[in-house]
């Protein structure tokens, strides 16, 4: 595939919806009730190999929070032998027999991406909940231990946003480097009735996969983001956001 400039070589699978935790701002309107709405195994390494084949660099499993679902340690097994390969979570679950099965899949090619709202629990719990940042603190702990590169990603919000330069030390406390530390804000999608209105219009597309279909950006599946609402061939959704950042089409949903 010849690639459009400006197109990032990224594909992001939603392994699933529900999540141990209830943020108060979660884009995916995830929570311990919510639908698990799962991707599947066979379907994410079919969208593996496709993605293999047509030039993608790095894929990335975010939900909901992906260790609930049994399948995400074969996901993250054979998508890292193929091509970099992370995946998004609160950590809060990794101990035990979870980090033990992800310890058994680690390469060089998987990462973990942590969301860490605060150097404190004061700036973390006020919107992921209670004791959050406890179990968040211990599972990047002990992935650092067992020799996973760790990234984190940040949500500023009006608690935390006075406090950053705190959560920054805190992070280096850890061993970890400022170029692996994101700060985004609210996007006013899902969960939250504030912040930043994010869309297809002001966002560069990074091409997106759940259950129902081919999405703009992972900040939302809603519908006014989905580019198809058929999976496969994942070429034909590439194609259609190749035209739309070349001006060759209107920005609509591919049936």
């Not at 990335?60 to 097994?77: C, N, R």
């Not at 966002?203 to 983001?225: A, C, K, R, Y």
Request: proline fraction near 4%; charge should be negative; hydrophobic fraction near 40%.
């Amino acid at each position: 595939m010849n690639w459009t400039e400006g197109l990032p070589r990224k594909l992001w699978l939603y392994t699933n919806y529900d999540c141990n935790l209830r943020c108060a701002y979660c884009v995916a309107r995830s929570s311990p009730h919510a639908p698990r709405r799962a991707l599947g195994l066979d379907t994410a390494q079919k969208l593996v190999d496709e993605a293999v084949a047509l030039g993608f660099e790095q894929v990335f499993f975010t939900g909901g929070e992906p260790f609930l679902i049994d399948d995400i340690y074969a996901m993250l097994a054979y998508a890292s032998a193929r091509v970099e390969t992370t995946v998004l979570t609160n950590a809060t679950l990794l101990s035990g027999t979870r980090l033990n099965k992800l310890t058994e899949i680690a390469n060089d090619h998987l990462s973990v991406y942590v969301s860490l709202d605060g150097g404190s629990a004061e700036h973390h719990d006020a919107y992921r909940g209670k004791g959050s940042w406890d179990k968040t603190v211990a599972g990047i702990r002990a992935l650092l231990d067992r020799g996973f590169p760790v990234h984190l990603g940040t949500t500023e919000h009006p608690t935390n946003s006075a406090h950053l330069e705190e959560l920054c030390a805190f992070h280096r406390t850890l061993g970890i480097r400022e170029e692996h530390h994101i700060i985004r804000p609210v996007a006013k999608r899902g969960s939250s009735a504030d912040g930043i209105v994010m869309n297809k219009c002001n966002l560069v597309p990074e091409i997106t996969v759940n259950v129902d279909g081919v999405f703009w950006h992972p900040i939302s599946t809603d519908l006014d983001m989905q580019v198809s609402d058929q999976i496969f061939p994942l070429a034909a959704a590439v194609e259609q956001v190749q035209e739309q950042l070349n001006g060759d089409g209107s920005r609509k949903t591919m049936k």
